[in-house]
């Protein structure tokens, strides 16, 4: 037992008698061989209640686990004896921990049930992820999804600065006797609504022939070069505009501005200090400029400037609420959320404000009060693109993936020039199995940042999950060439290398997966993978060995090396593993299907048939698998293995 509890569990699931250990077992395979997320799973009343997993043994795997994952039936609601024992696991409810309850009735009738009980064994179903499910089956696939999209967007989860947009003003255009210019104007307005930014920026060409000094069609330029995801050019023709009129503050905090996006921070720099230099009391210049050595992450001197910039500035709240962004990012989240808490109640008109109360709330699993936040703060800047992008990334965190979509459409109707909305709709998409469609939007975000590493990379999913190997081979390579340290990019890499048989190149990405993050169980299990289809066994153990060097407990490689150590008829030493597995999660159907493959090659038949049968009451599907695996040919015309494969 305290080999188990010395465990980080990722997702604690509960049972009861009514929904039976059938469902909670299923569930269990279905989170550690189709996700590998590490699972406790306990009874209510047998464990949870009455057994040794009270108090101090129970409380380690409560702190650590991430999700909670109740399987009750109605009958359960009733008992206020199990209400109180969970509200004493959970003080804070859903405020603290991330639950999900799953019931076999409809949820309306469980919250109506739930209003009629006491104070101490009421529940705020309201609150609560709930789970309607008739079969196993829809309670898999809702479970996996709910829990897949905890995997949040790691850019939305961090509080962030204001974003001060490229700057463009109202564009006195040159005169022809032989072209209609404003119709030009007109035309190249249209083709950015498209998104069309070639043929923009040919307009744009044609406009500054006839009017080469004009900074203002120049700034335009840039504007859509940087938006086209060209930079470098965009560095270029903002220049030239300032060559024309150096005096003009706002192309200078552009001119920073891109340097910025092309992470040359002290270029940008330099730049907003001439433009700060030419207008000392534009607050916005001073935010960008804490702004860069946030991006940076210069933490000290981005607090430095907003510190700044609230003495300077006193009216301008913003520089406070940055401050708070940075707080946060420095890891003191208690002062932030103070500074913010104060803030939108002195100026409850400051979206920074609310949106960085949002992020907090979010990493607290305070989801309701995160809603409320991202909702004001939408309220309060409806032309801000961050809070509806964030409200819908949790909203597909907590599994609602139709409001999620709806907050990601709303964002992109602001501003259809913006990558991230549109990818992050085509990540909900594909948790929907709509892959198709979601390929069509990864290709959106592309076409408007083209060097956007994590939507080639996902692209290469949706492909990869259609079978569409070799465009996913292409897409993936692509984000590579963006983000050569990209950990799910290499590992896809490597799929994909291993679905086209490709193995030196898939070893080649794994090994790159590793390097990258040191310890990568999924990496070093389809390291391991790539090895054993070259028959190469010895090298595939090797690999399970070195993994397990960084985690002695990791089941995934423990199995995978009792698979290799079969195939070297090394077959006691085999079980023993399986043993060892078995030791830790009982429920681990491989390692009693592997046991049972040793046993038979050992002619062992009794012992076969009674690991055989464990595996196929754990997973019904190893009934199929063991009709054609060559291991079970020494018992497989004996009676007993026919009656177990045909019952």
């Not at 090895?531 to 407990?553: H, M, R, W």
């Amino acid at each position: 037992m305290n080999n188990m509890l010395e465990a980080n569990f990722d997702i604690f699931v509960c049972y009861d008698e009514t929904t039976g250990k059938d469902f909670a077992t299923a569930i269990h395979i279905a989170l550690t061989t189709k996700r590998n997320y590490k699972v406790f799973v306990a009874h209510i009343y047998r464990e949870l209640m009455e057994g040794d997993f009270r108090e101090d043994n129970i409380n380690p795997i409560i702190e650590k686990a991430k999700i909670f994952l109740f399987i009750n039936s109605y009958d359960a609601i009733k008992s206020s004896e199990i209400i109180r024992e969970i509200k004493h696991a959970f003080p804070n409810g859903d405020r603290t921990k991330h639950i999900l309850w799953a019931f076999k009735e409809d949820k309306a009738d469980v919250k109506y049930f739930s209003e009629k009980l006491n104070e101490e064994t009421r529940i705020n179903f309201s609150t609560i992820n709930q789970i309607p499910f008739t079969t196993v089956d829809d309670l898999k696939r809702t479970v996996l999804r709910k829990c897949d999209s905890k995997k949040d967007i790691e850019e939305n989860t961090v509080a962030k600065i204001k974003i001060i947009p490229l700057t463009s003003i109202h564009v006195r255009l040159p005169q022809s006797g032989i072209l209609n210019t404003l119709e030009i104007y007109d035309e190249i307005q249209k083709h950015l609504q498209k998104l069309e930014y070639d043929t923009a920026l040919e307009k744009y060409d044609i406009l500054i022939s006839i009017d080469p000094s004009n900074f203002r069609l120049l700034n335009d330029k840039a504007i859509c070069l940087a938006r086209a995801g060209k930079y470098e050019d965009s560095v270029e023709f903002f220049s030239l505009a300032l060559s024309i009129n150096p005096k003009i503050s706002f192309l200078w905090s552009n001119l920073s501005i891109a340097y910025k996006y092309l992470a040359q921070y002290e270029k940008a720099i330099e730049n907003i200090d001439n433009a700060i230099s030419i207008d000392p009391n534009n607050p916005e210049f001073l935010l960008i400029k804490g702004g860069i050595f946030f991006e940076k992450n210069d933490l000290q001197k981005a607090l430095d400037i907003y510190n700044i910039g609230i003495k300077k500035f006193k009216t301008n709240s913003i520089f406070l609420s940055s401050k708070a962004a940075v707080l946060e990012n420095m890891g003191d989240g208690k002062t932030a959320k103070e500074i913010l808490l104060n803030l939108t109640k002195k100026h409850p008109k400051n979206d920074n404000a609310w949106y960085n109360l949002a992020v907090i709330y979010g990493k607290e699993k305070n989801f309701n009060d995160a809603i409320k936040c991202y909702q004001n703060s939408i309220k309060l800047n409806p032309k801000e693109i961050r809070s509806y992008n964030n409200l819908g990334s949790l909203y597909k965190d907590l599994g609602y993936l139709d409001k999620a979509i709806k907050c990601y459409d709303d964002a992109i109707k602001i501003n259809p020039m913006e990558a991230k909305p549109y990818h992050n709709k085509a990540l909900a998409l594909a948790n929907l199995d709509r892959y198709e469609e979601s390929i069509e939007l990864f290709d959106k975000a592309i076409k408007l940042k083209n060097s956007y590493a994590d939507a080639y990379v996902n692209k290469a999913t949706s492909l990869f999950i259609l079978k569409k190997y070799e465009e996913a081979l292409k897409s993936v390579l692509e984000g590579l060439n963006f983000d050569n340290k990209n950990r799910i990019g290499l590992n896809r890499a490597g799929l994909t290398y291993f679905q086209l048989k490709q193995y030196d190149k898939a070893v080649e990405m794994f090994k790159a997966s590793i390097d990258v993050t040191n310890y990568s169980p999924m990496a070093y299990s389809n390291l391991f993978l790539s090895y054993f289809e070259q028959k190469k066994y010895d090298l595939a153990i090797s690999i399970c060995d070195e993994g397990l060097q960084k985690n002695t407990n990791n089941i995934i490689l423990l199995v995978d090396k009792s698979t290799a150590l079969i195939k070297l008829e090394k077959y006691d030493l085999a079980i023993s593993i399986c043993d060892e597995i078995i030791e830790m999660d009982v429920a681990i159907h491989q390692a009693h299907y592997n046991k049972a493959c040793a046993y038979s090659m050992q002619n062992d038949k009794e012992n076969a048939i009674k690991s055989l049968h464990k595996a196929i009451i754990l997973n019904p599907e190893n009934k199929e698998l063991a009709k054609t695996d060559v291991d079970f040919v020494p018992i497989m015309e004996s009676k007993e293995f026919k009656d177990l494969i045909e019952s």
